[in-house]
């Protein structure tokens, strides 16, 4: 076990380079996640976050993580709405995984190895991501939880080994495991592969006790299939809250359509890139989308490069397992670890971000540590790893102020990923931001033929038309971005008001109803739907639509005027009567309500509405 003055060095050298991250800034995602969302901003509404998605209404279908949602708000309420706050957390996150990775490493390698390879892992660049960014909390927090059940998990068995057959400290180890479990399934979807690693730690302990696998694991069975349990309630939990499947509905862009043959030749490179993050993270990037890394589908050199990449670290991982096992611990906790990343099992919504290599790089740092102990043991050898650990930690305290503010992180954007579409958009916004309209219109039609998949850049566009008074071109991209997300209502609803603006109801309508087949009780859409219809000459399809409206609210009294309105236009004087008297009383300081019925009490208003 590592000795108390490693933990400190390890520590010690984790703050000193994650440090400076407190005077960081929201930025990027964190942005709408966390700034604009106001879910969050109070703890009121605590319990529900639990059923809640990550993202706002528009973004439903794409992410469940009930964990980091809960300390978002949390943090909030901590900080006062304060970034500090957030980056607070993320420092002291770090630091707890930091300190797992060298209670795991610990049990793998010697204490020399163990404390190179947390050293390591707590200097590496590619980790900028997740701690300098507030959203990053989900990748440390899911890290923490994993490793912390690993370790428990890993405990346990050591204490039954020492005789511990059945005893309260053994009861609080397995209490220990599920609730980290529960805390990394909550935080990120990744973690779901916990249980394949608990597998292998039963079979790691087995290989050192001389034990057979299947005896080794039998003990643990009852443990084992409780994280499992959970890992399913966890799925069917995201199911309910998103109505999707395991992905959510949420493809990368590049991948939309592939199978998996197509996601393996299109992800095949992405191994190199990995590699190259872990060994040599002299570029790095915020972004890594079409056109920074080409999502391409059919077999080439840098395919083919990614295939014997992978083929040569299986062989290295089998070839190591008796001389140099803890090259096979890391390669087998790596690979497995960034399975769900990967975008092989199943498509998810990115295709390459360095955040989701914080937890498998566990994996590279035992890897690391393992490589390490082959070293001869020279003065020279801790001169030269010192050397190179300072390096590393030099080039992460360099990155961290890429996510200081909004725009020292346009301008890396800017100069690390020039070709990709996320780059172009964000020219764009800032240029609107500044007024210059033809700018940013340029900028994000650039993106959008780099990729015209998202639906989101597709949207934010058709919006700024919508603000210049451009209708017809605004009714145009926001219908287009339903038509790429029909989850959107947000889109259809301001599609339905362009086209309105524009003078076209017929397709006003015709959009309104097809998103609320799929949203019936979305409120906006119904009140612009209806006016779409009555707006066309069918006040009928008008009063269902408000009629479904006052159901869906029958306490608003906005929505009854609206009801008794529509009804009048159909000639349903009796109903449009009723309607805007329950206006009335639940509004009596309002004049509408009553000028409506002054002229529905001559009948006047009725055969003139038709």
Same mark, same amino acid.
């Given at each position: 076990?590592?000795? @108390?003055r490693?933990?400190?060095?390890?520590l010690?050298v984790a703050l %000193?380079?994650?440090v400076?991250?407190?005077?960081n800034?929201? &930025?990027a995602?964190?942005v709408?996640?966390?700034q604009e969302?106001?879910?969050i901003?109070s703890?009121?509404?605590l319990?529900a976050?639990? @059923?809640?998605?990550?993202? +706002?209404?528009?973004y439903?279908s794409?992410l469940?993580r009930?964990?980091t949602t809960v300390?978002?708000?949390?943090d909030w309420k901590l900080?006062?709405?304060?970034p500090?706050?957030?980056?607070?957390?993320? =420092?002291?996150l770090?630091?707890?995984v930091v300190?797992?990775?060298?209670?795991?490493? @610990?049990?793998?390698l010697t204490p020399?190895g163990a404390?190179? %390879?947390?050293?390591?892992?707590?200097? *590496?660049?590619?980790? =900028?991501? !997740?701690?300098?960014g507030a959203v990053g909390?989900?990748?440390?927090?899911?890290? !923490?939880?994993?490793?912390?059940?690993?370790?428990?998990y890993l405990?346990?068995?050591e204490?039954?080994?020492?005789?511990?057959?059945?005893?309260?400290?053994r009861?609080?180890?397995?209490l220990a495991?599920?609730v980290?479990a529960?805390?990394?399934?909550?935080?990120?979807?990744h973690?779901?592969t916990?249980?394949?690693i608990l597998?292998?730690?039963?079979?790691w302990q087995?290989?050192?006790?001389g034990q057979? &696998?299947?005896?080794?694991f039998?003990?643990?069975?009852?443990?084992?299939?409780?994280?499992?349990?959970? !890992?399913?309630?966890?799925v069917?939990a995201?199911?309910q809250?998103?109505?999707a499947?395991?992905s959510?509905g949420?493809v990368a862009p590049?991948?939309e359509g592939?199978?998996?043959l197509g996601r393996?030749?299109?992800?095949?490179?992405?191994?190199?890139v990995w590699?190259?993050?872990?060994v040599?993270? &002299?570029h790095l990037?915020?972004?890594?989308l $079409?056109n920074?890394f080409r999502?391409?589908?059919?077999?080439?050199l840098?395919?083919?490069?990614g295939?014997?990449?992978?083929a040569?670290? /299986? #062989?290295?991982a089998w070839?190591?397992?008796?001389r140099v096992p803890?090259v096979?611990a890391g390669?087998?906790?790596?690979a497995?670890?960034?399975?769900?990343?990967a975008n092989?099992?199943? $498509?998810?919504?990115?295709l390459l971000a360095?955040r989701?290599?914080?937890?498998?790089?566990?994996?590279?740092a035992?890897v690391?540590?393992?490589?390490?102990?082959?070293?001869p043991?020279?003065?020279?050898?801790?001169?030269v790893t010192?050397?190179?650990l300072g390096l590393?930690?030099?080039r992460?305290?360099?990155?961290i102020p890429?996510?200081?503010?909004?725009q020292?992180?346009?301008?890396?954007l800017?100069?690390? /990923?020039?070709?990709s579409?996320?780059?172009?958009?964000a020219?764009?916004?800032?240029?609107f931001?500044h007024? !210059?309209?033809?700018t940013?219109?340029? *900028?994000?039609?650039?993106?959008?033929?780099?990729?015209?998949?998202?639906?989101?850049?597709?949207?934010?566009?058709?919006e700024?038309y919508?603000?210049?008074?451009?209708? %017809?071109?605004?009714?145009?991209?926001l219908s287009?971005?339903y038509?790429l997300?029909?989850l959107s209502t947000?889109?259809?609803?301001?599609?339905?008001f %362009?086209f309105l603006k524009?003078? *076209?109801?017929?397709?006003?309508?015709a959009?309104?109803? #097809?998103?609320?087949r799929r949203s019936?009780?979305?409120a906006?859409?119904? =009140?612009?739907?209806?006016e779409?219809?009555?707006a066309a +000459?069918r $006040?009928?399809?008008?009063?269902?639509? #408000?009629r479904?409206?006052v159901?869906?609210a029958?306490?608003?009294?906005?929505? *009854?005027?609206?009801?008794?309105?529509?009804?009048?236009?159909s +000639?349903r004087?009796?109903?449009?009567?009723?309607?805007?008297?329950?206006?009335r009383a639940l /509004?009596?300081?309002?004049?509408?309500p009553?000028?409506?019925l002054?002229?529905?009490? +001559?009948?006047?208003?009725? @055969?003139? #509405?038709?």
């Amino acid at each position: 076990m590592a000795s @108390s003055r490693a933990y400190a060095i390890v520590l010690g050298v984790a703050l %000193a380079a994650s440090v400076t991250s407190l005077r960081n800034g929201f &930025v990027a995602d964190d942005v709408p996640v966390i700034q604009e969302d106001q879910r969050i901003h109070s703890l009121r509404g605590l319990p529900a976050l639990a @059923s809640a998605p990550y993202w +706002g209404r528009d973004y439903r279908s794409k992410l469940y993580r009930p964990a980091t949602t809960v300390m978002f708000a949390l943090d909030w309420k901590l900080g006062g709405g304060r970034p500090i706050a957030f980056h607070a957390t993320n =420092v002291a996150l770090n630091l707890v995984v930091v300190g797992l990775v060298l209670a795991l490493a @610990s049990r793998v390698l010697t204490p020399g190895g163990a404390l190179v %390879a947390s050293l390591w892992f707590a200097v *590496q660049p590619v980790h =900028v991501e !997740a701690v300098a960014g507030a959203v990053g909390l989900a990748e440390l927090l899911a890290a !923490a939880g994993y490793l912390g059940a690993l370790l428990a998990y890993l405990v346990d068995g050591e204490a039954e080994d020492a005789g511990w057959r059945a005893s309260a400290g053994r009861a609080w180890l397995a209490l220990a495991v599920l609730v980290c479990a529960a805390v990394a399934y909550g935080a990120k979807e990744h973690a779901i592969t916990l249980p394949a690693i608990l597998f292998l730690a039963d079979a790691w302990q087995a290989r050192a006790a001389g034990q057979r &696998v299947r005896d080794r694991f039998r003990r643990h069975i009852v443990l084992w299939l409780g994280v499992v349990a959970l !890992a399913i309630g966890y799925v069917a939990a995201r199911a309910q809250v998103l109505g999707a499947g395991f992905s959510g509905g949420a493809v990368a862009p590049g991948m939309e359509g592939h199978s998996a043959l197509g996601r393996v030749l299109i992800m095949a490179p992405a191994v190199l890139v990995w590699l190259r993050w872990l060994v040599w993270p &002299v570029h790095l990037s915020a972004a890594y989308l $079409p056109n920074a890394f080409r999502p391409i589908a059919r077999f080439g050199l840098a395919q083919l490069a990614g295939v014997c990449t992978v083929a040569a670290l /299986a #062989a290295a991982a089998w070839t190591a397992r008796r001389r140099v096992p803890g090259v096979t611990a890391g390669i087998v906790f790596g690979a497995i670890a960034a399975s769900v990343t990967a975008n092989v099992m199943l $498509p998810t919504g990115v295709l390459l971000a360095e955040r989701l290599a914080y937890l498998p790089s566990v994996g590279a740092a035992l890897v690391a540590g393992a490589l390490w102990e082959l070293l001869p043991a020279r003065r020279f050898t801790w001169a030269v790893t010192a050397t190179v650990l300072g390096l590393l930690a030099f080039r992460t305290l360099g990155r961290i102020p890429v996510w200081r503010d909004g725009q020292r992180f346009l301008a890396a954007l800017t100069r690390d /990923a020039p070709d990709s579409y996320r780059t172009r958009w964000a020219l764009g916004s800032e240029a609107f931001e500044h007024g !210059a309209f033809g700018t940013g219109e340029r *900028q994000m039609m650039a993106a959008i033929s780099i990729y015209p998949g998202d639906a989101t850049l597709v949207q934010v566009l058709g919006e700024r038309y919508l603000e210049a008074g451009l209708f %017809a071109p605004a009714a145009r991209y926001l219908s287009a971005s339903y038509r790429l997300d029909t989850l959107s209502t947000g889109a259809a609803a301001r599609g339905v008001f %362009a086209f309105l603006k524009d003078s *076209q109801p017929d397709s006003a309508a015709a959009l309104g109803m #097809a998103a609320l087949r799929r949203s019936p009780e979305d409120a906006a859409l119904l =009140v612009l739907t209806g006016e779409a219809q009555l707006a066309a +000459g069918r $006040p009928r399809e008008a009063l269902a639509l #408000a009629r479904r409206l006052v159901f869906v609210a029958p306490g608003n009294w906005v929505y *009854q005027q609206i009801a008794g309105h529509a009804a009048a236009r159909s +000639g349903r004087c009796e109903e449009a009567q009723a309607h805007l008297e329950r206006a009335r009383a639940l /509004a009596p300081g309002e004049r509408g309500p009553s000028e409506a019925l002054r002229h529905l009490d +001559g009948g006047s208003d009725c @055969s003139l #509405a038709r």
